[in-house]
């Protein structure tokens, strides 16, 4: 029987978040993308040392799912980047977030969006925001399920490629329009 928990990520975190992201996010957007565009993002975004550099700072925070004390899923949230969500300066936003494939659909996305959920709410914002790949329909039933609602759609442009995502947002608050 496996042993799960969910906690914030430490330092000696970064090599298992960087491969767990860019495994993840090359499997979600293998479609989206020119092959070496796809390559070279992941060889970037998702490098041990800029993952390091990222858990450093004081203004996002990651969750990291352990399973028998190796993390095999990870959720960041930070400032907003979407061009949908900059605008709103009581937003956070949520990306990064990726199972390995054998930890996925037991219950822990659920539990580990609940807590980001509750922690930004602690920190002060009132909506979380992101952006999912269009084909990725079993991401977006997902999010739908746990509240989110659509405000339009994005491109992201990098290099050759333009993978288009629906933009998401969940108000934190009750009475808050969506
Ligand atoms: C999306 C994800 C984080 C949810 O975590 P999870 O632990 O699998 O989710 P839960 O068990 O709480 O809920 C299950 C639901 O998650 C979604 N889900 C499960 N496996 C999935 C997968 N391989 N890809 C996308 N969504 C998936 C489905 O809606 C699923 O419902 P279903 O089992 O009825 O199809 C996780 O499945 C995952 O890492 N998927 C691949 C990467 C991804 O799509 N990340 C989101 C990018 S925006």
Redesign the pocket.
């Known amino acids: 029987m496996n042993s799960y928990h969910i906690r914030f990520a430490m330092a000696p975190d970064a090599g298992a978040i960087a491969l767990i992201c860019h495994t993840?996010f090359y499997q979600?957007h293998e479609s989206g993308f020119v092959k070496q565009d796809l390559e070279s993002f992941c060889q970037q975004a998702y490098a041990p040392e800029a993952i390091a550099t990222d858990l450093e700072k004081e203004d996002r925070f990651y969750l990291v799912l352990v399973c028998d004390e190796k993390p095999v899923?990870c959720l960041r949230m930070a400032p907003p980047t979407l061009d949908l969500a900059k605008p709103d300066s009581s937003g956070f936003e949520l990306a990064r977030?990726?199972?390995e494939?054998g930890h996925?659909?037991?219950?822990?996305?659920?539990k580990m969006l609940a807590m980001a959920e509750n922690e930004t709410r602690r920190r002060g914002y009132r909506n979380i925001w992101?952006h999912?790949f269009i084909p990725?329909s079993?991401?977006q039933?997902?999010y739908l399920r746990h509240g989110y609602q659509k405000m339009g759609q994005e491109k992201l442009i990098y290099r050759q490629s333009q993978p288009t995502g629906f933009v998401l947002k969940k108000s934190l608050v009750a009475g808050d329009p969506a």
């Open positions: 993840g979600v899923g977030f990726y199972l494939q996925q659909s037991g219950g822990w996305g659920g992101l999912v990725n079993r991401a039933a997902f």
